[in-house]
């Protein structure tokens, strides 16, 4: 089964337009990590709005809040952001520890608060929006390249580990890391997703498999992906129905596959026309039922699940 994608090309070439947000007016926001911008696009009228960074800032993922703040982690400049978009003014939330120099994924809890990772510095780290307060705390595993984040039921954080062969959890009362290692020394994950029943699913992207590991029993399963060895697994996000979606990255054009753990299958598999280059995060959108996700082929794309 295939899926329609739809995608927009981004006005400004070459500037890698990637990791969308959906916010409550249906809006998607992203930023251009070569271009120093956070943006918005309007799927109903196409108009895209650009906001300006400083030079150097290199955003790399955004976030909006209730209010209609867009926060955004700068990866090359130490700093969380937060834009108002009415103003355009921004403040910046720097980094407690000068160690922790390139903030890399944010995600909000059901506080509102921001879970981060810190990629070469090997930091996970929480912002509390109330005070602006951050808090890192250093991954044990020297260059373990804390990638992408997610939460479970219980709000617990858990980390792709990307220069491991491991996924790492913090325990928020205590601000502790627990890491677990995979099955494969050369497994190596980027994205994660969550199930509503507390499994944690990752892409290898390394090995070309799909994995699940149960918190509960730590029991891991994997499931060959259809790209093979070298499908390149990247963005990944879960829709309303529990299944999982992702990119394989290593086929051109990208494909976006579907797999349905109820029935350990793998049921969808799409080209994206533009060709994606690499899709590198996604969400789901579930008022519309939708996954957005950004290109380095300088498109913003929607596909409509099933």
């Known amino acids: 089964m295939q899926v329609e994608i ?18 409550r007016q ?4 992203f930023v251009g990590q070569f271009g120093d911008y956070v943006a918005r696009l309007d799927p109903a009228t196409g108009e895209f709005t650009r906001f300006e960074l400083e030079p150097g800032t290199r955003p790399h993922n955004v976030i909006v809040d209730e209010l209609g703040m867009a926060w955004y982690a700068g990866i090359e400049s130490g700093h969380i952001g937060k834009l108002d978009p009415r103003t355009k003014q921004i403040t910046k939330f720097p980094m407690p520890d000068a160690a922790a120099k390139d903030p890399h994924t944010l995600l909000f809890d059901h506080r509102g608060d921001i879970w981060f990772t810190v990629i070469r510095s090997n930091f996970i780290g929480k912002l509390v929006i109330a005070t602006g307060e951050i808090q890192v705390i250093r991954v044990p595993t020297p260059k373990a390249f804390p990638y992408g984040i997610v939460l479970d039921r219980q709000q617990r954080p858990w980390v792709a580990e990307f220069g491991a062969n491991q996924l790492a959890t913090v ?4 601000m502790t890391v627990r890491e677990i290692p995979l099955p494969r020394g050369d497994t190596r994950c980027r994205r994660l997703a969550a199930t509503s029943n507390g499994h944690i699913w990752y892409g290898d992207y ?3 498999f799909l994995g699940r590991l149960d918190p509960a029993t730590g029991q891991i399963t994997e499931w060959p992906l259809p ?8 963005a990944m996000t879960v829709d309303d129905r529990d299944r999982l979606w992702f990119v394989e990255t290593g086929p051109q054009p990208n494909r976006l596959v579907g797999f349905d753990p109820a ?8 080209e994206i026309k533009s060709g994606g280059g690499a899709v590198r995060n996604m969400v789901f959108y579930p008022p519309a039922r939708e996954i957005w996700f950004g290109t380095d082929a300088s498109t913003i794309g929607r596909a409509k699940v099933p």
């Not at 739809?6 to 916010?23: L, S």
């Not at 325990?171 to 205590?174: K, M, R, S």
């Open 171 to 174: 325990e928020p009362a205590t």
């Open 263 to 270: 029935a350990s299958s793998f049921f969808s598999i799409t």
């Open 6 to 23: 739809t995608e927009w090309p981004v006005p400004w070439k070459d500037t890698r337009p990637r990791d969308p947000f959906v916010d």
């Open 26 to 29: 249906h809006r998607v926001w």
């Open 206 to 208: 390394a090995r070309g």
């Open 227 to 234: 790209g093979g060895p070298d499908a390149r697994p990247y």
